[in-house]
C-alpha cells in the first residue's frame, strides 16, 4: 500500500510557476506508475501527466504541454510536477496518483492510490 501527501500548492500570478511535490510512503514507490490530475470547480477530474516507474517515459495532456514537467526521485521517493507559464486556467486542486502496473496511464480509474490535492490558484 502507498500513502500519498503532496504540497507546493499556492497563489501565484499568470505566467509564475510552482513546484508540486507528492511525498511517498513504502517502500515499493519505484514500482508504481505515477500521475497528477486535477479538478477545478464544477469540474471533472482530469489528466494532467503521468510517469512510468523507471520514468523512462512521460505523457501529458495538450493543454499543459510544453509548459508542465513530470519527474521523479524514486530515492527520495518523491514525484514532482514542474509548473511554468501558469495560466488562470490552471487553478484547480491538484492531485498525485499511484498505479500498478508502473505504466503512464491517463485514465484515473487505472489508479490504485491518491492524495489528498493541493490548491494552486493563478490570478490574473
Known amino acids: 500500500q502507498v500513502q500519498l501527501v503532496e504540497s507546493g500548492g499556492g497563489l501565484v500570478q499568470a505566467g509564475g510557476s510552482l513546484r508540486l511535490s507528492c511525498a511517498a510512503s513504502?517502500?515499493?514507490?519505484?514500482?508504481?506508475?505515477m500521475g497528477w490530475f486535477r479538478q477545478a470547480p464544477g469540474k471533472e477530474r482530469e489528466f494532467v501527466a503521468a510517469i512510468t516507474w523507471i520514468g523512462g517515459s512521460t505523457y501529458y495532456a495538450d493543454s499543459v504541454k510544453g509548459r508542465f514537467t513530470i519527474s521523479r526521485d524514486n530515492a527520495k521517493n518523491t514525484l514532482y510536477l514542474q509548473m511554468n507559464t501558469l495560466k488562470p486556467e490552471d487553478t484547480a486542486v491538484y492531485y498525485c496518483a499511484a498505479q500498478r502496473p508502473g505504466i503512464a496511464a491517463v485514465t484515473s480509474t487505472l489508479y490504485d492510490y491518491w492524495g489528498q490535492g493541493t490548491q494552486v490558484t493563478v490570478s490574473s
Open positions: 513504502g517502500r515499493t514507490f519505484s514500482s508504481y506508475g
